[in-house]
T-cell receptor, first 115, second 112 residues
């Protein structure tokens, strides 16, 4: 079936280094992707999104890259800080006409920032 | 401030009991959703609603029920038919046609 997944369950990086979190998707019809950050005991927070007609989108310290050829999505976090420690989820919605029939979430990558 | 509020934060249920989780939003969002999150897992959709008095089953609706009597409220009842209810439950909302969901802070349900 269709799935959205992440390559690594845990990623440990040194404070100040750049982090790259990866996500693979299987539905070639997916046209919208989102990255969420979830801190322990809290709900997910929107970080950045990208539509399938784009390859790259930048935010503040974050960049999302989309490679439709290999159905791969990545989130790059520059100069990681202790506050970046969280679980990061990618999500997709390949349905047209609205998001109310639900995003499909990956299992998440736990980003650990080492001092 | 606008937002989405879930209560309670922690909930304990005895076997055989029904419990109801509250979700309220003042964002004027049309669509609301309930997700279940298990340790090390992604979010799985339980139910969603696009309009008052209407809702649809998600991927794991068995053992759950919802109502949408008001635009602002979308309570979830975990019934005794749900055999493994211990999980973290997340409510979200969005404008109709939008994918940028706003999530609540979650309710952790434990069976005792």
């Amino acid at each position: 079936g269709e799935s959205v997944g992440l390559h690594l369950p845990t990623l440990s990086v040194q404070e100040g280094d750049n982090s790259i979190i990866n996500c693979a998707y299987s539905n070639s019809a997916s046209d919208y992707f989102i990255w969420y950050k979830q801190e322990s005991g809290k709900g997910p927070q929107f970080i950045i999104d990208i539509r399938s007609n784009m390859d790259k989108r930048q935010g503040q310290r974050v960049t999302v890259l989309l490679n439709k050829t290999v159905k791969h999505l990545s989130l790059q976090i520059a100069a990681t800080q202790p506050g970046d420690s969280a679980v990061y989820f990618c999500a997709e919605n390949s349905h047209s006409g609205g998001g109310a029939d639900g995003l499909t979430f990956g299992k998440g990558t736990h980003l650990i920032i080492q001092p | 401030d606008g937002g989405i509020t879930q209560s309670p934060k922690y909930l304990f249920r005895k076997e055989g009991q029904n419990v109801t989780l509250s979700c309220e939003q003042n964002l004027n969002h049309d669509a609301m959703y309930w997700y279940r999150q298990d340790p090390g897992q992604g979010l799985r959709l339980i139910y969603y609603s696009q309009i008052v008095n209407d809702f649809q089953k998600g991927d794991i609706a068995e053992g759950y029920s919802v109502s949408r009597e008001k635009k602002e409220s979308f309570p979830l009842t975990v019934t005794s038919a749900q055999k493994n209810p211990t999980a973290f439950y997340l409510c979200a909302s969005s404008m109709l046609g939008a994918y940028g969901y706003t999530f609540g802070s979650g309710t952790r349900l434990t069976v005792v």
